[in-house]
């Protein structure tokens, strides 16, 4: 039988941590633990100055780990996110030199004002834990999570990320602006000092990897299961779009519904979980025709009409 654990403290002081920088942003910041929770990487969408880079660093300085930053630019090369081997004129042999990617948690800012060919040195990275190298292989430190940034490709010197690319995240978020009292609660926040330098570490890596390793093995009934892929079928079968979700969609649907089971201190995932987790899941994942995109309707709108449409399981 399922049993209901007791609220983990652990989540608890990381949840204080993120909202001592964030505030009135809680929605974002439980997308953003259950994606730790689950082992995938975010893309945080949205305008400059909002807090998208605090965001990151917060949950980066949260945990005892290793920690990489890469500000994306258009001249950014693979070999600055990858490292490349540097020749040795003493010894006549090859050293190679790691790049930031070999990390525990790495941030990559403003990730599309680089160019499509260096965002897809992350691709391997982000699917298989891994990076090929001048033709070696090289394992990455365990976990692994990308935080992206990006600004909306309206922008000038933005870049589209690929259809590849943005599968690979788990989830997507917006911050948005804060309201009237919350900017004004910033605003003497920030007076005196700044809060992100105040964030200690609450987690370290064996306590991460154990907790991942605890949400893997949290319950999905057969009829969760079933939800979650009649959910995929009917995008694809969806004339408004062009790319319906993908078995990998799929996948991660499944792993955000069970973070967020286990952030609500349950080892069984509900229906409920899985509608919380669709619209951070599958709106990035989807590919509209270019009828639908110039009726204005958006990815959205599109999923939360196919979902509507689906009987929820009891």
């Known amino acids: 039988m399922a049993t209901v654990r007791t609220e983990n403290p652990l989540l608890t002081q990381l949840r204080e941590n993120l909202r001592q920088v964030i505030y009135g942003k809680s929605e974002c910041i ?3 633990i259950v994606a730790l929770l689950a082992g995938g990487s975010v893309l945080i969408e949205d305008v400059p100055g909002v807090g998208k880079t605090t965001l990151a660093k917060a949950l980066a300085k949260s945990i005892d780990a290793k920690y990489s930053r890469i500000q994306f630019t258009p001249d950014l090369l693979p070999a600055d996110v990858l490292g490349s081997s540097i020749y040795n004129p003493v010894s006549g ?8 990617i070999f990390c525990n948690i790495l941030l990559a800012d403003e990730i599309n004002r680089a160019s499509p060919r260096t965002q897809s040195a992350l691709l391997e990275a982000m699917n298989e834990n891994q990076a090929t190298i001048e033709g070696q292989r090289r394992p990455l430190d365990q976990p692994f999570i990308v935080i992206a940034t990006e600004n909306p490709i309206e922008f000038h010197g933005t870049y589209p990320l690929p259809e590849a690319q943005l599968d690979r995240f788990l989830i997507r978020l917006a ?3 804060p309201t009237v009292d919350v900017e004004a609660d910033i605003l003497r926040s920030h007076a005196q000092a700044e809060p992100l330098d105040k ?8 306590q991460v990897r154990r907790v991942q390793q605890e949400v893997a093995a949290v319950h999905t009934d057969d009829s969760i299961t079933e939800f979650v892929v009649e959910i995929a079928h009917a995008t694809r079968r969806d004339n408004r779009l062009q790319l319906g979700i993908s078995t990998r969609g799929t996948l991660m649907l499944a792993r955000a519904a069970r973070g967020r089971a286990y952030a609500q201190d349950r080892d069984f995932v509900t229906p409920d979980d899985v509608l919380w987790a669709i619209p951070y899941v599958l709106p990035h994942r989807i590919l509209l025709t270019a009828k639908t995109r110039h009726s204005g309707t958006t990815a959205e709108q599109i999923v939360t009409d196919i979902v509507s449409h689906i009987k929820v399981p009891v």
């Open 93 to 100: 042999d090859f050293r190679f030199d790691p790049g930031p």
């Open 30 to 32: 439980d997308a953003l």
């Open 199 to 206: 964030i200690q570490p609450v987690l370290s890596l064996e």
């Open 175 to 177: 911050i948005g602006y």
